[in-house]
């Protein structure tokens, strides 16, 4: 039997996505974790492979007809493995948090300790909060910021590696502006005997395009997502040392996971290739050198920016001394108005709760990839500031929509469809 028929073909879902895309390229999208992936990387994400059971890695699959998709993924392991300087990778994770729970369930035990970063300081669920299963199953402890310098603080951490003597110490972020250095953490690890993961979930496209230290020489293992600053599908991916291999390859198949989305393991391995390219390296730059400009043109606007800046594709916007009434939460609301998608975010030890919040968090990755550049982010730091003076104001509001949607116009994402 075939499928409905182009005359009953299911209009609304298509509707919606027509809605969508008209949405995220008429508007700014400044969510630090999103990014526009290439009409090659979603061809691969909608192509045949999607009809495929694979069960298994390549040459060891457990039905028949695999010859094509061993090929896939043998390449997109290749590919990985080389962009990153890696002995072995795993792409099959079908997220970020599928990536971590993996390594969890492949080097250590339940209720084992774990150190990371706390979850209100810039840490990701995945790393010990109480609602998450690392936080249910593993015995997490959490080191926080300076309380001045608001920057990660290598004697605390080390105090507390010696306290509680961890088995895996959890380095990475989800929302803290500054480069990870994967020295120290290296250092403490092997001072208390820990083996150390490195989740560069948000940073993995600054990684591979040279703009942010590689951990890979330094980690047992490094997780992160494809979907973020690497600009491919939505996905994630282990990188290990050669003697963690065969256990983390375990715990994600048949572990933790079944089938693997061989249709996102190809999209995976298309935006390997194009983060090999020359081009990569200068959008990766790029998209720090943008996050400068917006930074350092908010702190003019009045904002103050946690840290005092960034050095990555991400800033963490403290609003207290720009409007001590006003909350992420109203800002995120009225900046959607003005056509400026970004999150609410907590600034460190913020006297407000995660669902209302102090600040926001921007990311400077999809206007990167628009082929915005420093004049764009003075432009936009104002369309921010002048929306979130005259939050009370619609007809403003509605002004800078305006202003919005004529910037995005001189920056189409994708070529217009007829
Ligand atoms: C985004 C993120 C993840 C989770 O990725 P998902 O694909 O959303 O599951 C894990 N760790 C960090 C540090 C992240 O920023």
Redesign the pocket.
Known sequence: MPWPSETNRDTEVFGLIDKERERQTTGLQLIA?ENFTSPDVMEATGSVLTNKYAEGYPQKRYYGGNAVVDEIEALAIERVKKLFGADHANVQPH????A?MAVYLGLIKPGDTVLGLSLDHGG?L?HGSPVNASGILYNFQSFRVGATDERLDFDQIRDLAIKHKPKLIVA???SYPRRLEPQPFRAIADEVGALMMF?I??IAGLVAGGAHPNPVPYADVVTF?TH?TLRGP?G?CILTTAAHAAAIDKAVFPGSQGGPLEHAVAAKAVAFHEAMQPSFKEYAQQIVKNAAALAEALSKQGFRLVSGGTDTHMMVVDLQPFDAELTGKESQLVLDEAGITLNKNNIPNDPRSPFVTSGVRIGTPSVTTQGMKEPEMALIAEYIATTLRNRNNPAVVAEVRAKVAALCAKFPVYPKRA
């Open positions: 974790s997220s970020g948090a599928s971590n990701h995945t990475g972020t989800t989740d979930a948000h997502t973020k939505r994630g």
